[in-house]
């Protein structure tokens, strides 16, 4: 799939990725994952939104909805106990239009790297992962 870099163009075919294409991006991300890591994070929730809500804002205490491109809600793993009981499924969000807004000011990435960047940032707030540890699943940080 062929991504739009110029998000200022007019052409008719120059449409911002949608919800959906930020979602696949994500998916493509986790199915990439090396094992055990890949079968757990089939079991987070992904959930794609334009911007994160007013609650999520004032919670993390962030006054620009466009500095906050992906949120982990959940309890690490690294934390968890068998005896917990679940009040609610691990969640990853991802905010399309943060994550546009970092890709155009960019302009050195593609959206899809930008993506897998968000979503093993935000899993390895899940797994609890060191920075040596995302650094041998995300080259991005190299």
Do not use: C
Not at 22 to 51: K, M, N, Q, T
Request: glycine content about 4%; cysteine-free; hydrophobic content about 45%.
């Amino acid at each position: 799939m062929a991504y739009i870099h110029n998000m200022t163009t007019t052409a008719p075919e120059a449409v911002a990725p949608d919800l959906a294409m930020i979602e696949g991006l994500a998916r493509d991300a986790v199915l990439a994952l090396p094992e055990p890591f890949r079968a757990a994070a089939l079991h987070i929730v992904l959930r794609v939104e334009d911007f994160p809500t007013d609650e999520i804002l004032e919670a993390m205490d962030l006054h620009d909805a466009f500095e906050l491109t992906g949120l982990y809600d959940g309890i690490p793993m690294t934390e968890k106990s068998v005896t917990d009981q679940p009040r609610q499924p691990d969640t990853i969000w991802l905010f399309r239009l943060p994550i546009l807004d970092e890709w155009a000011e960019r302009g050195d990435v593609s959206l899809a790297d930008l993506v897998t960047h968000v979503m093993t940032h935000e899993m390895a707030h899940h797994f609890g992962w060191s920075d040596d540890d995302i650094a041998a699943i995300d080259p991005w940080w190299e």
